[in-house]
């Protein structure tokens, strides 16, 4: 059984990580993707696929919704505004552009996240970000 309360304390536990790009080591380094592929590992296990190498503008580059396509394979896709604690949030930027920022819900308004040149952080889930909102997951196999 997984609960949301611990896949919350998972994430809150990465908080301090400094920024790495496609790293996903707890406490050593990490980005947005390497956070949620970390909390994954801590409360499912095992990785269900490996990430491919991916440069930093990967979505402007090549205009297709990776990040959202691959959390679809391996997350329960949800309703963009019925996300919940222990929730994945993927964002856009701008309109127009695939989503390539992921966090995790901790609160009904904060989230968990790694962002370039910061350290993986619990941040308001304010306006600015609410409006960038382009897809949310569910871990499988939450019990509320």
């Known amino acids: 059984m997984i609960s ?15 920024y790495r790009h496609q790293a996903s080591l707890k406490g050593v380094g990490c980005d947005c993707l390497g956070l949620v592929r970390g909390v994954w590992r801590g409360v499912i296990g095992a990785e269900p696929e ?17 990040l959202a396509d691959a959390a ?7 309703e963009r505004d019925a996300f919940g604690d222990g929730d994945v949030l993927l ?3 701008r309109a127009g552009l695939p989503a390539k920022h992921a966090a995790i819900v901790t609160a009904a308004d904060k989230i968990v996240h790694a962002h370039d040149g910061a350290a993986v952080a619990e941040v308001a889930l304010a306006p600015w ?4 909102i382009a897809y949310a997951f569910r871990f499988p196999g939450i019990e509320d």
């Not at 949301?4 to 990465?14: F, G, H, Q, T, Y």
């Not at 970000?129 to 960038?132: G, N």
């Open 91 to 93: 964002f856009r930027w």
């Open 4 to 18: 949301r309360s611990l896949i919350v304390a998972e994430a809150r536990d990465w908080i301090g990580t400094p």
């Open 50 to 66: 490996r990430a491919p190498a991916y440069a930093p503008d990967w979505a402007e580059a090549g205009g297709v919704e990776a």
């Open 129 to 132: 970000w609410r409006r960038r």
């Open 72 to 78: 679809a394979r391996h997350l329960v896709a949800i």
